[in-house]
Nanobody, 116 residues
Framework: VQLQASGGGLVQAGGSLRLSCAASGSIFGIAKTGWYRQAPGKQRELVATITRGGSPNYADSAKGRFTISRDNAKNTVLLQMNSLKPEDTAVYYC???????????WGQGTLVTVSS
């Protein structure tokens, strides 16, 4: 499975961005897709996940502001981020977990910078 993350950029506090994670390869074996982020000097942390069936899960920091969704026709998972805060600044990574093997694949990351 190959993952291509895109959509990052520079935005002012209160603004919005939409991240996209496009999957290719053996995508039929994907059980769950997730977005994680890593800020400078910090550990990578969960932002949101969505199962193959479409059930979302959010970190507390994302609840009410971020929405994860699937576009099955495009083999893409989207992360709509609204009301962005400077503390949302990080490199955002998408990953997938495979159904049978629980193997995890990571995309290359996309940088989100929120200015105050």
């Amino acid at each position: 499975v190959q993952l291509q993350a895109s959509g990052g950029g520079l935005v002012q506090a209160g603004g919005s961005l939409r991240l996209s994670c496009a999957a290719s390869g053996s995508i039929f074996g994907i059980a769950k897709t997730g977005w994680y982020r890593q800020a400078p000097g910090k550990q990578r942390e969960l932002v949101a996940t969505i199962t193959r069936g479409g059930s979302p899960n959010y970190a507390d920091s994302a609840k009410g502001r971020f929405t994860i969704s699937r576009d099955n026709a495009k083999n893409t998972v989207l992360l709509q981020m609204n009301s962005l805060k400077p503390e949302d600044t990080a490199v955002y990574y998408c990953n997938v977990v495979m159904v049978l093997s629980n193997t995890v694949y990571w995309g290359q990351g996309t940088l989100v910078t929120v200015s105050s």
